[in-house]
């Protein structure tokens, strides 16, 4: 058990997301049904922390897109908080140099989920997982964590580049988001 970490957990917290005591399960963020707003933001970034701490960083991952598929109000009173963008970076950099659960490979998550988008906002969450995706190439090790080919192939999949995603969310997504995106593409944070 690492040093400063409570027994029910396996990772210490992430510093971009939510702090958690507990762990918690799915029903934190199904409670919220169809409404997809800044309360369940919230929660899904809570329940991205439980499942890292719970030393599941893919499982984390998958509730980071899950609060970039939330409606959150413009302006500068919006609940934005903490950054999805530097909590996927951090997670990615902590759990790829150490024994912190199962990873997956984010890289080909992303480009998957980019290609076979659909539901509400489709467009801007298409653009996020690209981004992502670029993300996930700039900061985990070379030839570990390769596109899936396949896919490319066998659909002619274009993949758009970093800055075509970014100016997308800048076009499109929350206020402030394209910078915390480049924040996180530009100067990753480092394990706290």
């Not at 290609?115 to 995706?133: K, Q």
Request: some cysteine.
């Amino acid at each position: 058990m690492p040093e400063g970490v409570p027994h029910d957990f396996v990772n210490p917290p992430c510093p971009w997301l939510p702090v958690v005591e507990r762990r918690h399960d799915f029903t934190l963020t199904r409670r919220h049904g169809g409404e997809r707003g800044a309360a369940f933001y919230q929660d899904a970034l809570i329940f991205a922390q439980s499942q890292w701490r719970g030393g599941k960083p893919a499982q984390a991952i998958l509730q980071l897109d899950k609060a970039w598929g939330a409606d959150l109000p413009e302006g500068p009173g919006r609940a934005v908080d903490h950054s999805p963008y530097m909590a996927l970076a951090w997670i990615m950099k902590t759990a790829a140099v150490g024994n912190h659960g199962y990873l997956g490979n984010p890289v080909r998550h992303f480009q998957h989920l980019a290609s076979r988008m659909s539901g509400p906002r489709t467009e801007i969450r298409t653009w996020r997982a690209w981004f992502c995706m670029h993300l996930a190439e700039r900061l985990l090790p070379p030839g570990g964590f390769p596109r899936d080919g396949r896919q490319l192939a066998r659909e002619g999949l274009f993949i758009p580049s970093i800055g075509c995603a970014l100016a997308h969310l800048a076009r499109t997504g929350w206020p402030g988001e394209a910078q915390d995106a480049r924040a996180a593409f530009d100067d990753p944070p480092t394990k706290a």
